[in-house]
C-alpha cells in the first residue's frame, strides 16, 4: 500500500512542476509539435468556476463538492485542497501527446473499460467537462479519452515527464485532509494528555488570562509548551485505514500507549489514541475519535508524547 506521505510528496513535487510548466507556457506560447487533433480537447480554461467534481471508478466513486466555502468528499470529510489544487492543475495544463499506437488500440480499449476512471467536472448543475483517466505509473504513462470505444491519446504537460493519471486514481481516503485534528486553534480550551502505563508522564494544559500552562506544575516552560501545541495542532496522517486493511495490523496485539483529548470552547472533544508502533519503526498506529484508524510518522508523533517533566521550567541560576 502507497503511503500517504510519499503520495504527498510526489503531489508536491507534481504541483511544482505544474507551476512552472504553467509560466514556461505563458512566456513562450508554445502548445508543442502539431497534430492532427486538438492538443487542448481535455483542458478546461478556468477550473476556479468548477463546484462539483464526481470520480467514478469500476466498484466505487467520490464526490468532491464546494459547500459553505471549503471542499468536501462524500458529504461527509473536508477534502485535501492540496490535492484540489493539482487536480485543476492538471485539468488545465495536460494536452495530448500523440494517439495510441493503432497496434495497441484494442488491447488499449479494453484495458480502459476495466481500469480507466470517469472524470466529471460541474459547474452548478451542468457538465461542462467529462473524460475517462488511466495509466501505467511504473511507465509514467497516462491516457484520456472522452468516452468508451472513442480515440485513446497519450496525455502529456508539455515539457516535463509526470504520472498524471495518479490524482484521479486517489480513493476516499486519499481524498481526505490529513490533519488528525483538524478544528480553529485560537477556539482551544484544554488538552489532556494520559499514558496508562505510568500516569505521572500525563498532564492538563489549561488558559488562564490568555496564557496556557500546564495545571501540574508550579512553572511551564512556555516555549516548550508552545511547541508542542504547535506540533499537536498539525500532526498529519500518512495514511487513513479502511477497515479492511486497519484489520490486517491485528490491533489486539497493541496496547493503548497514549491519548490525547483536545477540547474547544465549544465543548467539542478531538481524540487520538496511539496504539502501537509498527515493525521498523518508521510508523504509529493511532485511531481518531474512537473509530477512524490511521497511519502517522514515527517521528512527528514521538515529538508529541512527552512525558509532564519535560515541560517543567529550569530554574536560572
Do not use: C
Not at 508542542?228 to 497493541?254: G, I, R
Amino acid at each position: 500500500m502507497m503511503m500517504q506521505r510519499k503520495k504527498n510528496l510526489r503531489l508536491l513535487g507534481l504541483l511544482l512542476i505544474l507551476v512552472i510548466a504553467a509560466v514556461v507556457l505563458g512566456l513562450t506560447g508554445e502548445s508543442g509539435s502539431k497534430l492532427d487533433v486538438d492538443r487542448d480537447i481535455f483542458t478546461y480554461d478556468d477550473p476556479s468556476r468548477i463546484d462539483a467534481v464526481v470520480l467514478e471508478r469500476r466498484n466505487a466513486s467520490d464526490t468532491l463538492a464546494f459547500v459553505n466555502g471549503q471542499w468536501m468528499l462524500n458529504g461527509k470529510y473536508k477534502a485535501d485542497p492540496q490535492r484540489i489544487s493539482v487536480l485543476f492543475a492538471i485539468l488545465k495544463q495536460a494536452m495530448v501527446r500523440r494517439k495510441a499506437a493503432r497496434t495497441q488500440l484494442d488491447s488499449l480499449q479494453s484495458w480502459m473499460d476495466e481500469n480507466s476512471v470517469r472524470a466529471n467536472f460541474y459547474e452548478g448543475n451542468e457538465l461542462v467537462k467529462q473524460f475517462e483517466v488511466g495509466g501505467h505509473e511504473d511507465r509514467g504513462i497516462t491516457y484520456y479519452r472522452s468516452a468508451p470505444g472513442e480515440p485513446v491519446f497519450l496525455m502529456e504537460i508539455p515539457g516535463y515527464r509526470s504520472y498524471l493519471a495518479g490524482i484521479y486514481e486517489l480513493d476516499e481516503n486519499g481524498w481526505r485532509y490529513p490533519r488528525v485534528y483538524d478544528f480553529n486553534w485560537r477556539n482551544l480550551k484544554d488538552v489532556h494528555v494520559e499514558y496508562p502505563a505510568n500516569s505521572g508522564n500525563g498532564f492538563d494544559i489549561s488558559s488562564k488570562d490568555g496564557f496556557y500552562s500546564i495545571e501540574q506544575l508550579a512553572k511551564t516552560d512556555t516555549t516548550k509548551l508552545t511547541n508542542f501545541l504547535d506540533d499537536l495542532s498539525l500532526l498529519y496522517v500518512n495514511d487513513f485505514l479502511f477497515p479492511s486493511e486497519a484489520a490486517q495490523y491485528d490491533t489486539l496485539q497493541y496496547k493503548l500507549e497514549a491519548q490525547i483529548t483536545v477540547r474547544d470552547v465549544g465543548d467539542n472533544r478531538y481524540l487520538m489514541e496511539v496504539l502501537g508502533t509498527l515493525p521498523g519503526k518508521s510508523e504509529i498506529l493511532i485511531r481518531i475519535d474512537s473509530s477512524q484508524y490511521a497511519l502517522a510518522q514515527f517521528d512527528a508523533l514521538r515529538k508529541i508524547l512527552r512525558p509532564r517533566k519535560f515541560f517543567v521550567e529550569k530554574e536560572t541560576p
